[in-house]
């Protein structure tokens, strides 16, 4: 998440852009993917051990070349930097920026699996990064080059058992978009529904679980950002989340969910999926059309204030209502419509959470937010694992450190979410001189709960969302179920009286 800065403002640090983009790609040295390797395999079948390892050297050997061409891009300019000053200067660090983002975004587009979600991550979330080197970035939110439509017709042939002319009445052979480990499709059924199909790279998994096995760089990555982790835990649930993702059957499904409990409300919803199209490695399902979030980034303020409610509302009624959270919060699945109207698309990280996994956040909620309570809020922390219980700290101290992620939600006033905010919730979370960080731990079934904190305010910030978050925080808490504080809060109450009783999880009293 970048500072939005004026047009010759600099930079906070020193080539602060350049070496940000280079610490996305060195962090990553030794799990990048060289997917050429993968399209000269037509089969898809297991991989040896020997040919992962083999895969496993391709794809550092591109994220080295990767660094060292970035190195040696700032290093041949060291000379003209020193020799210049002020605003010719600045100009020379953010084209050096711009030249390395490119470079990054070409290679982990073509790399795609793991490298490419690390690069969308870092492209709404990276404080370090110029706007212009952020919106290079940002090219990997929507689109990656995609894979041959050969290609694609092979592996729908492949899972359907027909070809794609066969298996729809009309298939577009061009993707719409190409992501990280699948592209999509524009197609219409025998029975004349527009659908969009995901259709997985040939070999894709084979090639994430080689990225996977690299178990000494991510523990490398996770004791730098994380050093007081229980870091084996933390890449067992990276591991599972991410193979889960791999499995089409499981978005489906996860996607089917969302579309039956959203079914019918005044803004929010989830295309439903066509079962009979849908494998493992294909997923078929209704056409969403509208406009982007970069799109979103330029429409009237009210109605990114009404866009940003409704992500809010999603997220929050997906957790409590159906105790399950899209973990791959990045702006590339949101389709807008105006009004407040947003589809959310990409179901293949979801993690489901148990009563007992949520009553604990609920008690942090309401201990800190509603009831003031530090040291009742550290009790809940330790009970929970996210704090060493009995660490030399003092309550306040906990909740200082801690009330940064609860800001919006505090008091009961409109407030904006602004750039510095998310920012300042990112700098929190990798915090590691807080006396405090030391002894935070995030527990295993919470790791991509956190990612909430990175995406969801960082796409609030992106847009500065304005709302009173903390009374349509009310709405949704179990443990307060208060009436609707918005219009978009009225406009929900015949969804939810439709909806089926169900068993929410309480909180403590």
Known sequence: MSRHRGPGEPSRQAGGPVRAVLWLSAAAAGTAVAVAAVRRRRAVGPLTGRVR??????????????????GI??????????????????QLRNDLAMQTADDVTATLGTMKGVMVKLGQMASYVDDGLAPAVRRTLARLQDSVPPMSPALAAGMIEEELGVPPERAFARWDPE???AASIGQVHRAITWDGRAVAVKVQYPGIAEMMAADLDNVALLRRMLRVTAPSQDVDGLIAELRERVLEELDYRREAANQRRLHDYFTGHPTISVPGIVDELSTRRVVTSELA??????ELTDWPQEERDLAGEALYRFVFRSLYELRAFNGDPHPGNYVFH???????????????FTD??????????????????????RASLEEAGFLVPGAPLSDEQVADHLAVFYQLVRESKPITVTSEYASSVVRRFFDVRSPVS???????????????????????GEIQATANWRAIAEEIWPFMLAPPSSPMGEAELPWLASRPATARPQAET
Not at 77 to 89: S, V, W
Not at 289 to 294: C, M, S
């Open 53 to 70: 390892r083999r895969l496993r050297l391709e794809r550092g050997l591109a994220t080295a070349q990767l660094v060292a061409r970035g």
């Open 73 to 90: 891009r700032y290093a041949s300019n060291a000379p003209r930097l020193f020799a210049t000053a002020g605003e010719t200067r600045q």
């Open 175 to 177: 993707p719409v978009a």
């Open 289 to 294: 059309v509208g406009a982007r979030f970069g």
């Open 338 to 352: 105006g009004a407040g109207k947003v589809t959310f698309l990409d179901f293949g990280m979801v993690k489901h």
């Open 356 to 377: 007992d996994d949520l009553v604990p956040l609920m008690d942090m909620a309401r201990n800190l937010c509603v009831d003031d309570d530090p040291a009742r809020f």
């Open 438 to 460: 030391q002894y935070a731990r995030i527990p295993r079934s919470y790791v991509v709960l956190q990612r909430i904190n990175l995406g969801l305010f960082a796409l609030l």
